[in-house]
């Protein structure tokens, strides 16, 4: 059993920085995938960047070179630095993790809203 916990949302001015963090508590695994998806009102949920333990990244094109996924494998963290934001970044931030076997997220955080005005 795996149980994420996002923080770090609010608001900030667009071209502004902000970092989430999501705590993972259970049991873990060394073939683990962690990622952060986000999800804006009335659009489904999209898929932003994702990293291994051996820091094997990927990232959406919507978010590269403004983003970076990062973890804290001592403290269970993970990192999410966002840099640039723009006003189309406005949503709900989710953490998530699967292993690296299966093709499906069955591990989700609650959410963190972000919010970045004009």
């Known amino acids: 059993q795996v149980q994420l916990v996002e923080s770090g949302g609010g608001l900030v001015q667009a071209g502004g920085s902000l970092k989430l963090s999501c705590a993972a508590s259970?049991?873990?695994?060394?073939?683990?995938?962690m990622a952060w998806f986000r999800q804006a009102p009335g659009k489904e949920r999209e898929f932003l960047a994702s990293?291994?333990?051996?820091?094997?990244?990927t990232y959406a094109d919507s978010v590269k070179g403004r983003f970076t996924i990062s973890r804290n494998n001592p403290m269970n963290t993970v990192y999410l630095q966002m840099n640039s934001l723009k006003p189309e970044d406005t949503a709900v931030y989710y953490c998530?993790?699967?292993?690296?076997?299966?093709?499906?997220?069955?591990?989700w955080g609650q959410g963190t809203q972000v919010t970045v005005s004009s």
């Open positions: 998530a993790t699967k292993r690296r076997t299966t093709s499906e997220y069955p591990y």
């Open positions: 259970g049991r873990s695994f060394s073939d683990y995938i």
């Open positions: 990293m291994w333990v051996g820091n094997i990244k």
